[in-house]
Every structure is written in C-alpha cells, then in structure tokens.
C-alpha cells in the first residue's frame, strides 16, 4: 500500500472513533474544526498531496476527497442526532405540568372598618333602620346650632375642628348633624342609621384619630321611650359581641339629648370583662326635634353615635387606632379572610 494512502486511512479512523466519542454540539464543532476546517487534518493532507508524484496525484485526490466527504456524512449525522438530545433535554427539563393546580390570585380584603360598618349597618337594617349620608363638609348650622349648641356655647371645645371657611363651613365633628337634615326632610316616623367620616381638631393618641368613623342612629315616633333605646342598643351590642354581653349606661351630657347618656359593653372575652364605653346616646332634645319641625308634644326619639374603630379595636384586640389609617399592609394584611 502506497504512504499516502495509509496515510489516509490513518487519518479516517482516527477521526471516526474520535467522533463516535462526541457528543455535544460544542464537542462536534471541535472535531469538525480539527479536521475539516481549513487548517483541519484532511484539508492538511490534501495539500500534502501536491508533493506525490504526478501519476499518483488523480488516484490519491480521488480518495482523500471521498474520506471528506465520509466524514462530513458523518459529522452531519452525528449532529442532527446531537440537536435532538438537546431538544429532548430542553423539553423534558422545562415540561410544563398542566396538571398542578395554579397560582393563588392574591385577592384583596375588607378593611377592619369596612367590616364592622357592614356589620353594624346590617343589624340596623335587619331591624328597619334605612341607611343613609351625609355631607362631610358640613355648615356650623347642623354640626352645632341645630343639635342644640350655640356659638359660645362651652360644649363646642368638646367638638373642636377644622374650619374650611370659617366661621360657616367646617369639616363635620360627629355625624349628629344628619340628625338635623333627615328631620328636616322627612315626617316621622324616622328609623336611620348613618356611617361616615368624621374629623377632629385632636390631639392623636392610642384611642383618638383627628379623622375617623362614626355611626349615627336616629328613630323619632310617637310614643318611643328610653326602653325602646336602651333594647335596641342591647340587641345590637349582643349582635356584635356575644350573647354573653354586659351592657351598662350612665349618665352622660350632649346638649342635643335630654336625658343623655354613654354605654358601656363588658364580655368576658375582652379585657378579662372590664367595661368599656363604645358610644353616646339618649332622648333628642324637644327643643332639637322643634327647630327641625317635628311637634316636640306629639314625637319622642332618640339618637345614639357609635365609633366602629373602637369596636374593631374591642373585637380584633388592636391597641392602637392609628394603625386604621397608616396603609400598614402588614397591619391590613390580617383582616384578608
Ligand atoms: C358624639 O360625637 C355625639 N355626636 C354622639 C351622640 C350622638 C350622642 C347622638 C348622643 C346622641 P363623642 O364625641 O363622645 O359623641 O363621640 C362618639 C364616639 O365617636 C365615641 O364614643 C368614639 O367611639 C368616637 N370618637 C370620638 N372621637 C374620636 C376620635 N378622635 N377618634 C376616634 N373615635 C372617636
């Protein structure tokens, strides 16, 4: 056998074997680079063949060109089984499973005041009570002078606020006033209850926010007396905290009632059963339902106001009300169910 054929041969084999042991796209181009390429092992021994006699010359460029082409056949199939492991791999690695359950949807929640409002509005539905509104820019006509407290009066101090054009226009200190503007609007009888927002020129501690809640109740008939308040307010506070609820009232003044008073709850689960005062109460004033039209010999009612931040606080454990409107999430968080 001439050299240059050994030679070839040689070169076929090794760099067969070399490439049965190839694997990877990356390793294949190696090869491919280390013998085809044009500094490559054949295309090396190609060249070398312009040094072979003449006569030899057809004969061994003949074979080293079927030895390339023997290679690239193979290098092609070595690739191609080389590109489907790789899409095997990819698709066994990033199989999508259809069958795990999906992702949670993080849902919103109801804020602790939104809850107790809903609770408290729906007991006073449930009783007849019609919900209703009221503005919170309000005139100091029905947050003072309607509800029985002229100007100078000394029970302004208690109700202090913001005044948006003095001395007429002011951000309403309680929702008392829509006592005055239902009134004024409607014949008895009257049952409503109104949620809203209230504000305070206050200084703010655990207990006292200078913007917060409340719920007034109002129910103006003939013959209603303090029996038919102290049962409904009993009613409602066993709807909210128990059938094992305690209430108490005491003597209490607001100028717009007469007599006045605050309840007070106590339950064993809070506070180890200590009374808690959680609103204001007592009969409308006469001279309240005459200046909004009602005959005072004829109609009695009364009216309570409730904060249900202090009930969320009572009911949920919360220490202090500032956390109601801070947007701490990690304080709302816990009121998602
Ligand atoms: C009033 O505002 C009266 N209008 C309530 C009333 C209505 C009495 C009808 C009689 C008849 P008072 O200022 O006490 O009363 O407030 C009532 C409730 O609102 C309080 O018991 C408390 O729960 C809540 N509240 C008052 N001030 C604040 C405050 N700064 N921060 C949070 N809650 C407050």
Same mark, same amino acid.
């Given at each position: ?110 804020? &602790?005041?939104?809850?107790?409002? !809903?609770?408290? =509005? @729906?007991?006073? *539905? ?6 209703? +509104?009221? #503005? ?29 054009? &003095?001395?007429?226009?002011?951000? !309403?200190?309680? =929702? @008392?006033?829509? *006592? ?6 409607? +014949?008895? #009888? ?52 128990? #059938? ?94």
């Amino acid at each position: 056998m001439d050299d240059w054929q050994g030679r070839i041969d040689t070169l076929r084999e090794r760099a067969l074997a070399e490439l049965e042991a190839t694997a990877d796209p990356d390793a294949l181009e190696k090869w491919r680079i280390a013998y085809l390429g044009r500094r490559g092992a054949l295309t090396e021994a190609l060249r070398g063949l312009s040094a072979l006699p003449t006569e030899q010359r057809p004969a061994a460029g003949a074979a080293a060109n079927e030895t390339k082409r023997a290679l690239e056949a193979a290098l092609d199939k070595h690739q191609t089984a080389a590109r489907g492991q790789v899409l095997t791999r990819a698709l066994e690695n990033e199989r999508v499973d259809v069958t795990l359950p999906g992702r949670p949807v993080s849902r919103g929640g109801l804020h &602790p005041t939104t809850i107790i409002l !809903r609770q408290i =509005t @729906s007991f006073f *539905q449930s009783i007849g009570y019609q919900v209703v +509104e009221g #503005p919170e820019v309000e005139l100091d006509k029905y947050n003072f002078e309607m509800l029985n407290i002229p100007a100078n009066h000394p029970a302004r101090d208690m109700w202090d606020t913001l005044y948006v054009q &003095p001395p007429e226009v002011l951000m !309403r200190t309680h =929702t @008392s006033p829509m *006592q005055a503007r239902v009134m004024e609007s409607t +014949e008895p #009888p009257v049952r409503v209850i109104v949620p809203g927002r209230c504000y305070r020129y206050e200084a703010q501690d655990a207990t006292h926010e200078w913007m917060f809640y409340q719920v007034e109740g109002l129910a103006v008939d003939q013959g209603i007396t303090m029996a038919d308040l102290k049962g409904t307010l009993f009613a409602f506070a066993r709807h909210i905290f128990g #059938p094992k609820v305690k209430v108490r009232f005491r003597c209490d003044y607001f100028p717009f009632v007469e007599p006045g008073v605050d309840m007070g709850i106590s339950t064993p689960e809070i506070k180890g059963g200590d009374w808690l005062e959680i609103l204001g109460a007592g009969m409308v004033h006469p001279r309240v339902l005459e200046m909004a039209g009602y005959d005072s010999s004829k109609y009695t009612g009364f009216a309570f106001g409730m904060g249900p931040e202090r009930i969320a606080m009572l009911k949920y454990g919360i220490t202090d009300i500032r956390q109601f409107y801070a947007n701490d999430l990690r304080f709302l968080e816990q009121f998602v169910s």
